[in-house]
């Protein structure tokens, strides 16, 4: 599964998240080397940084970054 969280304050807390945080109803999806496929229908292509704790996902128009909690992208080389 892949949960959801939104932060809206400079001060999210993100060492404390849990999984009851997340968004609800996480959709399902596969991985098949770098392609992701959420619900079977939405295929991305990903690269991955910093020891694979960020995944950068470009498209024509927009740039997707996420990281796994915990991980300080400023820290990576």
Do not use: H, Q
């Not at 807390?13 to 109803?25: C, F, K, L, R």
């Not at 991985?31 to 020891?51: H, P, Q, V």
């Amino acid at each position: 599964m892949r949960y959801t969280y939104y932060c809206v304050t400079s001060d999210c807390g993100w060492d404390t998240i849990e999984i009851g945080d997340a968004i609800p109803n996480p959709p399902t999806y596969t991985m098949n080397y770098n392609t992701l496929t959420i619900d079977d229908d939405m295929l991305f292509e990903l690269n991955f940084d910093c020891n694979g704790n960020i995944i950068n996902i470009v498209f024509t128009d927009s740039n997707w970054k996420w990281w796994r909690i915990g991980t300080n992208p400023d820290n990576c080389e």
